[in-house]
């Protein structure tokens, strides 16, 4: 049994029924979070029944939305916390950990979202599903998707690396290219929503995806032994992984299973698409939209992101920062993190790293920090970058 009680509204705090189908909050139309009942699951999950747990983010299906029987999985999540220790060395950074979400499914850590999100799908019985994607989200969708059953509508900005498509294609589902960004595709979404009624599960605009990505603040504690880093280096799209860790510290703390110490939370976009930079350092509490959102890391092409007051507001209570690099320094970065941990970083990944440097030379890290870069995909999948 799972502790999930109900939804709320991210902005405006109303509460809906958890039995219901939602996307964005029906009064002020942001983000619904879902709300689990706490004082239950501290008396009846204990952390010491992980030891005996499945090595997969179902690990922690007490504190996740989905009845366990709809539960797809592909070996989703627990991915290794690797510790660094050359390149930390390198970067004169005693206790340096890499998050490795290259090896999840699809090769990116747009998997554990896509896995909570279908498998709610599939327990509501939805038929059809449709995302507007860089490349990831898309490929993890249309995994679940032929996992469940369901049919997958997916929509790419035409200039979209060749293997993103070849994933989607092999794994059944229906490919649109689409002049433009991803904000162009998320319109093209809407328009079949209405039309057909597909479930949209783009970024934020349905409760579930951040559910499977706030496993990553999970796995971070129970694989540092209950405390948490020092500092987490984070790169940032849609921002559901910093939004998602950040819930699960504050769940955590209220299940008794860690204290009130919280990583600083770095949010490191690409200087071609900054608008969580620019909005952190005006300290505004919402983003401007992005014009000409330019870089090579896609992950980052995001010019607008729905859920921005809850990673700017995650940022600043966790005394962290936004900071981007350029295109250069970010390739640089996946490539200095392959010769030194041999992962095979995504340009993404390399943009944690390139953002450590700047930080650690500017003194917001110190050499005795324990910090955590995530690399949030595999390299294989850009090729092209790393010529
Ligand atoms: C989507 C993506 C990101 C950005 O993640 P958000 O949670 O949307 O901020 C980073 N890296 C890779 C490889 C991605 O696919």
Known sequence: MNFFSHLECGYCSKIYDK???WNLCPDCGKPLLARYDIESARKN???????????TLWRYFEM???????????????????KAEKLGSEVEIENLFIKDEGLNPTTSFKARGLCLAISKAFEFGIKEVSIPSAGNAAGAMSAYAALAGIKSFVFMPKDVPEPFVAE??????????????????????????????????????EPYRIEGKKTMGYEIAEQLNWNLPDVIIY???GGTGLVGMWKAFDEMEKLGWINSKRPRMVSVQADGCAP????????????????GAKTTADGLRVPAAIGDFLILR?????????ISVSDEDLIEGAKQIGKTTGIFAAPEGGATLAALKKLKANNWIKADETVVLFNTGSGHKYMHLYK
């Open 19 to 21: 039995n219901k189908i």
């Open 235 to 237: 790169p940032t799209g």
């Open 314 to 322: 995650a940022i600043r209570e966790s005394n962290g920062i936004a």
């Open 168 to 205: 989607c294609k092999a794994l059944g589902a229906d490919v649109a290219l689409v002049d433009g960004l991803i904000t162009n595709c998320g319109k093209l979404v809407a328009e079949g929503v209405k039309k057909y009624g597909w479930f949209d599960v783009s970024t934020l605009k």
């Open 45 to 55: 999950f204990n952390r010491e029944v992980l030891k005996e747990r499945e090595k």
């Open 276 to 291: 969580m930079v620019k909005a952190f350092n005006e300290g505004m509490e919402f983003a401007e939209m992005w014009t």
């Open 64 to 82: 996740l939305p989905v009845r366990i029987e709809y539960k797809l999985s592909l070996g989703e999540g627990f991915t290794p916390l690797l």
